[in-house]
């Protein structure tokens, strides 16, 4: 069960984040609304919400699951991979403190990289995504301080989308959903695999808080399958934050 989620607003440079997406700029006054109807639908999930102000010196900023990891035990402060996006970590450590001793709060260091869209948590262990933001040394660093606490962590590789959790996300209660590259991964073979239905790729970045499932507006195929499952879900439309590459996990930290 997470009790804590971090959010922190979007600012008005988001239109400018790092894309690939070719779906136009951000509507930033609809991108605050989406933010908010987000913010809500996790209040209804039971945590208790900070929201950081929006820093208008990083266009990405609002993409917070980045520049953190944190588990039951521990707080994993990272080293983006994206040039851009390496400062983000300073705004986030004073707040990582208000929730963990200092000495429970661990660092990625160069040559390492790492990006929290790159880890999905199964339980006390983690999959990392060796993807173009997170490289085998932020991988070796994480799985040195999982164990360090007792947990594992394992690498995945990834090659055709930017972050691990852009095409899986574990739902808990051993269900995966799951789509493009990792569906022939034999790592995966012990879930329940809930295969993301063609066309609804971006769909495959929904989050678990707390028995509630929250998926993106306009995947219909993934909505219908998790309810099938007999999750309460909640949809919320992420439209705008699509247009700069970020789905729904990328908009918070849960811990
Ligand atoms: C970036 O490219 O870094 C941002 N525009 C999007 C980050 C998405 N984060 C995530 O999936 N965890």
Redesign the pocket.
Known sequence: MFKNVIVKKPCRAVIN???TANLGLPDYELALKQHACYVEALKKCGVAVTELPADEAFP?SC?V??VAVLTREFAVITNPG?PT?KKEVEAIIPVIEKFYPADRIEYIKAPGTL???DIMMVGDHFYIGASARTNEEGGRQLISYLEKYGMSGEMVPLKEI??L??GLSYIENNNLLISGEFLTNPVFDSFHKIVIPAGEEYGA?CIWVNGTVIVPAGFPGVQKAIEGLGYPVLVVDTSEFRK????L??LSLRF
């Open positions: 984040g790092i894309s990405d993409f699951e980045d994206a996006r990006e929290g869209g930017l972050h959790k852009t970045n700069v590459d970020g789905g996990s990328c």
